[in-house]
């Protein structure tokens, strides 16, 4: 992880944490740079980085300052980072039921933009958000990028084993979101039938090199979720 992004990290849970309420100014880059002992223009890549998450915004000539935060309960379409750093409130668990490595097939190769005879790493999981279900997940990680990886680690948080085991340094991502009515297989995982409808999360997750490295399908359980977005800027 990136000094900038770790200086990122360490000021967003420190607003989760104390629950710093919205409009609140933060110190200046002076201050923060002097806190952390480094290069203004690392606190400002730090700053930057806050204002596209939707955490912060900037007033010119005034200071920077604390967006309000997401209602309760709710996830947050622009956290790239997995459901437990959307949900640090919540109690977030996941059953593994599938785990392998496979050959990828020809919708996967599209997906992840991978050879056919590259070895990809494969989890299929439940999520729950406390005891209600709240997800199907089906996740793909390139093997020659994410060289390690077990079915215990899956049971847990996978993007904090990534970024503090492997040192990973997450870039940005593609998502893609649509509706359909459930198939048997998925209805009968998530407890429902197959009238129900679903919201479809389909990702694509890269570098900072710009590599991409990971494909995740995510159907949610409707009964059980929400979502929310901010914008960054509106021109």
């Known amino acids: 992880m990136l000094k900038y992004e770790q200086i990122a990290n360490e000021i967003e849970n420190y607003i989760y944490e ?7 100014k933060l110190p200046t880059v002076e201050n923060l740079a002097a806190d952390y002992q480094v290069s203004k223009s690392t606190i400002v890549k730090a700053l930057e ?5 939707g955490l912060v915004y900037q007033v010119r000539g005034s200071g920077i300052f604390v967006r309000k935060k997401s209602r309760n309960g709710y ?4 956290v790239m980072t997995g459901l437990t750093n959307s949900l640090k409130d919540f109690h977030i668990t996941s059953k593994v039921l599938e785990f392998d490595v496979i050959r990828p097939d020809e919708e996967l190769i599209k997906s992840l ?12 999981r439940i999520r729950y958000l406390n005891d209600d279900i709240m997800c ?4 793909y990680y390139k093997k020659s990028i994410v060289p390690f990886l077990t079915k215990e ?3 847990r948080s996978i993007f904090e ?10 870039g940005f991502s593609d998502s ?14 998530l407890d429902l039938d197959t009238t129900s409808p679903a919201m479809i999360f389909l990702q694509q997750l890269y570098l900072s090199s710009g590599q991409l490295f990971n494909f995740t399908k995510l159907t949610y359980h409707y009964k059980h979720v929400k979502f929310f977005l901010q914008s960054s800027s509106i021109k």
Not at 49 to 53: A, Q, W
């Open 49 to 53: 980085s806050l204002v596209l998450k």
């Open 18 to 24: 104390n629950n710093i309420p919205q409009g609140t």
């Open 113 to 124: 933009e991978c050879d056919p005879n590259e070895e990809v790493y494969m989890i299929k």
């Open 136 to 139: 199907y997940e089906e996740s």
């Open 153 to 155: 680690i899956a049971e």
């Open 176 to 189: 893609y979101i649509h509706i359909e009515l459930l198939d048997s297989k998925v209805a009968k995982l």
């Open 161 to 170: 084993y990534l970024t503090s085991a492997l040192n990973l340094n997450l």
């Open 75 to 78: 996830i947050d379409l622009n």
